[in-house]
Every structure is written in structure tokens, then in C-alpha cells.
């Protein structure tokens, strides 16, 4: 069975570094096309794609915010941490973690999150 | 970066009702986008993958369709559970980008 679970502070003060972690289990990270993305919802708005890092550690960001953020995994512990730098009221939301595969099928390949965790609250506050 | 325009933002319907919400990206690319079902405090629910595959486990009144950069989730016969916000996600190129998302409500 697949699981992922986030976990961080529940506050934090503007300004301060940001960091949580995902701790999986039922995969492995080494796996090639296996990767693990954080996405986030603010209050009363649409989820939001942050980052994700790759089987071989290829990384990837938000645009808008890829200078404040920071992904990387440790495969022996199956965890994935993301830091984000310089908090603002503006980034309190829940994250969630979420795995992404890919699937062969019909001779094309398939790209999919198809496991979230069940998210954790942050909020950004002095 | 590739925009996803979903629409529309709220609907609300009766148990029974088919409905029917779309997702229209900045730019073509096939197959390469995702449905999911997101209900408050929990997690995202994969529903659709690449378009028009059903992901294991999630009921048939759920279906994907596309036409050039235009896709689209059906849901037929609603039943109470399906009461939710609905978003599609492109998966053709990064960085990922999800819809505003579609709330749907009883009505």
C-alpha cells in the first residue's frame, strides 16, 4: 500500500525558512519515473503545483516561486523535503505531497499523481 | 508555461444530472491532462488520467474527453458523493499547471 504523509511546523512567522517533509512508503524514489511533487491550497483557492524531484534527481519548480523554493529527497530514509525561503501571510495554505507515476500503455506513456497525503496546515503568521 | 482555463467555476446541480466541465489550455498538446476530485479536508482524488483513462477504482459515470485544446470531464447520474470541486492538471510539460478548479454544489 502507497502512502504519504506531510508533516512541519503549523506556524510560522513571516520571513522565517519553511520546511516540511514528506515521508513515503510503498515505493521507492530510486525507481525510474517515480518522482514526488508538493502542491498547495491557499483558503478559498485552487491547488497550486510547487515542485517535484525525480528517480534520478532531476528537480523542478514553480515558476513564480522557484526562487524561495528547494526540493530534495533522501532515498534511504523515503522522505522528500521542500523549503521555501522568506515567508509571507500569502503562503499560508495546506501542502500536500503527492507521488507521480508513469505508465506504458497503448504504446504512449501515461503521467499521472495518482497518491496524495492528506496534507498539512500551515500558516504564516507573526 | 501552459494556462489552464477551466470552466465553469461553480455549477450547481440535482442528484441524477449529468454535467459536464472543461478545461482549455494556452496551447495543443494530446492526451496529457488529469482530473481530479478534491472534497474539503481531504486529499485530491485521482479520477481521470491522459485524458480519458479512469483510474482504477473510480466509479464509470466518470469520463474524459478531448478536441484539440479543449477537454472534458462528464459526470453522468450524480450521486450525493460526487458534491466536490473538480480540476484538471496538464501533465505535458513542466512546471505543472492545474485549472481554477469547478465547484459543484446540490442544488
Known amino acids: 500500500q502507497v502512502t504519504l504523509r506531510e508533516s512541519g511546523p503549523a506556524l510560522v512567522k513571516p520571513k522565517q525558512t519553511l520546511t516540511l517533509t514528506c515521508t513515503f512508503s510503498?515505493?521507492?524514489?530510486?525507481?525510474?519515473?517515480?518522482?514526488v511533487s508538493w502542491i498547495r491550497q491557499p483558503p478559498g483557492k485552487a491547488l497550486e503545483w510547487l515542485a517535484r524531484?525525480?528517480?534520478?534527481?532531476?528537480?523542478f519548480y514553480n515558476t513564480s516561486l522557484k526562487t524561495r523554493l528547494s526540493i530534495s529527497k533522501d532515498t534511504s530514509k523515503n522522505q522528500v523535503v521542500l523549503t521555501m525561503t522568506n515567508v509571507d501571510p500569502a503562503d499560508t495554505a495546506t501542502y500536500y505531497c503527492?507521488?507521480?507515476?508513469?505508465?506504458?500503455?497503448?504504446?504512449?506513456?501515461?503521467?499521472?499523481?495518482?497518491?496524495w497525503g492528506k496534507g498539512t496546515s500551515v500558516t504564516v503568521s507573526s | 508555461d501552459i494556462q489552464m482555463t477551466q470552466s465553469p467555476s461553480s455549477l450547481s446541480a440535482s442528484v441524477g444530472d449529468r454535467v459536464t466541465i472543461t478545461c482549455r489550455a494556452s496551447?495543443?498538446?494530446?492526451?496529457?491532462l488529469n482530473w481530479y476530485q478534491h472534497k474539503p479536508g481531504e486529499a485530491p482524488n485521482l479520477l481521470i488520467h491522459?485524458?480519458?483513462y479512469l483510474h482504477a477504482g473510480v466509479p464509470s459515470r466518470f469520463s474524459g474527453s478531448s478536441s484539440g485544446t479543449d477537454f472534458t470531464l462528464t459526470i453522468s447520474n450524480l450521486q450525493p458523493e460526487d458534491f466536490a470541486t473538480y480540476y484538471c492538471?496538464?501533465?505535458?510539460?513542466?512546471?505543472?499547471?492545474f485549472g481554477q478548479g469547478t465547484r459543484l454544489d446540490i442544488k
Open positions: 510503498g515505493f521507492s524514489l530510486s525507481t525510474s519515473g517515480m518522482c
Open positions: 524531484v525525480d528517480w534520478d534527481d532531476d528537480k
Open positions: 492538471q496538464q501533465s505535458y510539460s513542466m512546471p505543472i499547471t
Open positions: 491522459t485524458s480519458s
Open positions: 496551447q495543443t498538446f494530446s492526451r496529457y
Open positions: 503527492a507521488r507521480r507515476v508513469v505508465l506504458i500503455r497503448e504504446s504512449y506513456y501515461h503521467y499521472y499523481m495518482d497518491v
